[in-house]
């Protein structure tokens, strides 16, 4: 995009990671047991409508600690990639549906272009975890309905690309040189980890994510992939 500078992400440091899943292990018994007493609560409280949309708050906002803690988890954890054959552009596509109805994010306005289909020896499970940070990055920068387009494509036969583009309020440059650390930048109280998880597995999977993007005029984050190990 015309004007627009490129920042490609680096590995985090692994004490960043260690941190990370400590962190994340001591909260999780204390969240879960807090979970299951405001189930056992709003039961109590059915004849309470009051008490009710309280235990109801609490409850949500636990449900949305437990999330970010999984996603703590998810950085600072060690992972294990299983590769095997897979069409990457029908794997885009079943994720496409799930953002065009929010299950997971407000619902986008999703465009899909892809090569037809390409078949790729990786992680279908990595790619998911890639592929959906970028785009719910997209969907919490955007204003609805979030026009969101994902490109599929294959530079050459070598590598496999992944586009994430949307329209939305773009990154300031002091911005862009941080945002693949972890807790930086949070958004609307979120830890702020999104980026960071996909750039692990882009590394492990032998890859790299590149961000384009303008204050103003969108943002378009592009994760290369080898096809194959060891090309």
Partial sequence: MSGSTSTSNESPPLDAEWLVNQI???????IFA???QAEALMVRAEKSEATTKAMQLVHRQLKRLEGDLEEMLLYGRPATINRRQFDLVR??????????IGETEAPAQ???ISCGSLDVDLDPDAVRIILDR??????QHSDPPHHIRIDVTA????????TVADEGEGIAEDVKEKM???FYPQHSG??????AVASKFAHMLGGRIEIESEPGKGTTARCTLPVSPGT
């Fill in 34 to 36: 807090a979970m299951v």
């Fill in 91 to 100: 794997l885009v596509e079943q994720l496409v549906d799930i953002y065009q």
């Fill in 190 to 195: 979120r830890p702020g980890l999104g980026l």
């Fill in 134 to 139: 970028m785009v719910v990055n997209s969907i």
């Fill in 180 to 182: 693949f650390l972890p």
């Fill in 24 to 30: 994340a292990h001591t909260l999780r018994n204390p």
């Fill in 155 to 162: 530079p050459d036969d070598r590598t496999a690309c992944l």
């Fill in 110 to 112: 999703v465009e899909l």
